[in-house]
């Protein structure tokens, strides 16, 4: 088992330097950062003057060391656009995206586990199709349409709730519902379907025949078997959460990592956009081993593999 | 329905039970900023946004009147040139940064030295080394500014450029130090500043009286970032904002349609042109190196439509680079109607009757740069658009790789065509004429004081450049503005709005 997680961390650490280095040239090859910096006023003189204050006038491979190399000391460097510190604006901002996210995951799990368990106690009934259409539109429509209704509707026509910003909870009612809205599909058919298998199998048909009530069956014994596919999925959901947060983030007007990371691309701040591509991917790729070490601790044959 | 339309009919359906717009009681003006405020020192951002806050919270020993064009006292009370390279400012009395400390000469030198020194890294040092030579104080109240030579843009740069700061504000000469706290000298003092959530400001009591800025009518301003032109919509019909600029124009519009909105629409400084590569530096061989094609290029292009059916709002086309208000563009020069026939003969007797393909290099505007390519297709000309970031143009026209580019130049919001030098200077790899006799009026334009000369010198270089076709002007950009009714805002002349001359109905 220990050389089986070594070999994933292993794998972890190859899969972030491959994606911190293909960020890096992807930000500095594509466009000149000191044109970028610069303006688009600028004159030449103000763009090169800016390409040796930033060191952009180095060669690639010293500045992309250079920058693996502070990450390992902890210093995430400076942005250009922001001024401050790359690690305080992370800081500062993650406590609104955690906020979304942790709202989000609620909505999608409260959403996606009742209308599935709802869905499977009659195949088929009109529960179970009002859950199916739900699901669809759910994953059909665009987050930022979605925003944009409810935004007329819960913000314009019924003023009951805030457009825009994140000064109290009630500002991330919306956002929240939002974000959390387009993962519940995925929840809800997981659930549905491991209900629907359960609740067919053996051992249920055995718990009814001795007279458990029907609510036993359904919580103490049929939904936990049920649930450990979508425990799977709700974990990678957690990454999207936090990291796909980038459109709720700027409808909203919401002050997290996601409108960071948009405000920084069109800034070109290189040091910023490197470090939250950094950051999103290391969510990935954790969530990613300790779900293969899960995986791993639930059915040995997969350490073999 | 689209939601745009959705938007409309149900905010007019319901604008009956809209909430009063609550704002007024508290006097606070609530503003939306697309783009964020990144640092509260307008020394080290160009953006528009901080454009905006720096009128608010900073002052400079001059102004521009908009009305006349002439530059008038601010700090400076008046300013008197002793040479051709020499002013001497002479400063108010009783003048205060919002700490309540006064405003002193020593406070003025270290401005322009801190703006002057190439190790403070300012977005504006760039601008004044060219010409700065040195700032001394000639007594208490009066500070004598030199050139190096005479410089006709140097009351320009005084008044764009060269932020009053306190001695001393920068400890240690950390160029961060005024990023998150800012003491400033302008009609509006900063309360606080939450990146992401924006800026608040309340009206400064110590500001001197009258200078050529407004006071101020409204207690306090709130500038709020939000990059969603629907939320900020949203935001304007529910009361949570009162103001907002830079307005895509069919947003702008459907939003002045509104009981509860005002659309205002006025001209930009900034102006839009295809720069063309008349010296062949792509291809010495290249059509475009062809006088009679680049004019037939010049009459292919409907600019009365492109400006009535996509700029919209006041734009206007163009036939010279500039803003037609500024010193120095008001000269007849050639203008190439629309005229397909004429450019279809021009194109023939060039050598090429079935046309011919180049690429043209954008990053503005899509929309605006295919109508372009379009009229252009109607002659027999190909223009392949290769639309990229604004960087990645930079970057391939500093290796002389674009047959054709665009480019959209804002001039400061100065009224004068030398600000524009850099597409006709030599050297500048913006000027792709490469014409020896412009490139040389426009040098010496800028290395007299003499207006008349340089009117003079001005109309020989437009005069040849619209003669040549050696550009293709397309128009002036308009800026779009949305503010609540309660609210009156006058669009500026200069693109450059001024929140302190809002006020209430």
Known sequence: MLKFILKRLALGLAVAFTVSLATFLLLNLAADPAAMVAGEDATQDAIEQIRVQFGFDRPLYVRFFEWLGNLMTGDFGDSYYWKQPVFDLLIDRAPVTLTLAAGALTVTVVVGLTLGVLAALKPNGWLDRFALSFGTAAQAIPNFWLGLILIILLGVMFPILPVSGDTSWKHFVLPCLVLGTSSVPQVLRLTRTGMIEVLGSDYIRTARAKGFRPRQILFRHALRNALLPVVSVITIQIGYKLGG????????????????????????????????????????????????????????????? | MSVKALLTASVIALSSAM???ADQTNDTLVAAFNKEVQTLDGLYSTSRENLILSYLTSDQLVEIDLETGEYVG?????????????????????????????????????????????????RRGAFIRGWFEGAVAVDDRTVRVTAQNPYPLMLRDIAVFVLTRKAGSYVDGNPDALTQAFNGTGPYRITSFDMGAGVTLEKFDGYYEGGPKAEGAIETIQLRPIPDWGTVTAELLSGGVNWSFNVPDDTAQDLGALPMVDHTTGVSTRVSFLVLDVAGVTDPEGPLTNKLVRQALNHAVNREEIVEFLVGGSGRPIHKTCNLDMFGCDVDVTEYEYNPERARELLAEAGYPDGFEFEMTTYRERPIMEAVAADLAEIGVTANINHVKLSALSKARAEGQLEAFQNAWGFYATPDLGAI???????????????????????????????DERAALYAQALTRVADEAYLLPLFQYSQNYVHSVDTTFEAPADGLPRLNEISWQ
């Open chain 2, 421 to 451: 030098s850099n597409y006709y200077v030599a050297g500048s790899n913006r000027n792709l004429h490469h014409d020896a006799d412009v490139e040389g009026w426009f040098k010496a334009a800028l290395e007299t004081v003499d207006q």
């Open chain 2, 19 to 21: 909430p009063t717009l």
């Open chain 2, 74 to 122: 601010a700090l400076a009370e008046s300013y008197t040139w002793v040479d051709d390279r020499t002013i001497d400012f002479t400063l108010r009395e009783g003048l205060q940064f919002h700490d309540g400390s006064p405003v002193t000469v020593e406070d003025i030198v270290y401005s322009f030295d801190w703006i002057a020194d190439e190790s403070s890294k300012t």
């Open chain 1, 245 to 305: 947060s980038v459109i709720t983030e700027t409808v909203f007007a919401l002050n997290g990592l996601g409108r960071l990371a948009y405000e920084s691309i069109l800034g070109a701040d290189v040091p910023t956009v490197q470090m939250l591509v950094f950051f999103f991917a290391l969510i990935f790729i954790v969530l990613s081993i300790l779900g293969d070490i899960l995986n791993a601790w639930l059915d040995p044959r997969m350490r073999v593999e």
